[in-house]
Structure formats: structure tokens, C-alpha cells
């Protein structure tokens, strides 16, 4: 998963914690871990 730089700290911390990405498919699966710089992601759900 990508984020922007000016938001990768505030998504690293857990200040954010929800994103919306507008995708035709998904990409990414419920309980998956993808990686992240200097750590990862985990989905939780999936709309």
C-alpha cells in the first residue's frame, strides 16, 4: 500500500486509521498484511 509522504507518520502512528481507495477490483484482502516503509499494513474490512 502507498500513501502519500505527508501522511505515512500520522498512518504509521495509528492516527490514521482508515483509508478510501476507488478501485474497479480489490486489490488487497481482509486480514492481509502488506508492506509499508518501516513496517506494515493490516486490513481489517473491506466495503
Do not use: C, N, Q
Request: charged share 25%.
Amino acid at each position: 500500500m502507498m500513501f502519500a509522504k505527508a501522511l505515512r507518520e500520522r498512518v504509521r502512528s495509528g492516527e490514521i486509521t482508515t483509508s478510501i481507495r476507488v478501485w474497479l477490483s480489490p486489490r488487497v484482502k481482509v486480514s492481509g498484511r502488506y508492506p509499508m516503509l518501516d513496517g506494515h499494513i493490516r486490513v481489517t474490512g473491506l466495503t
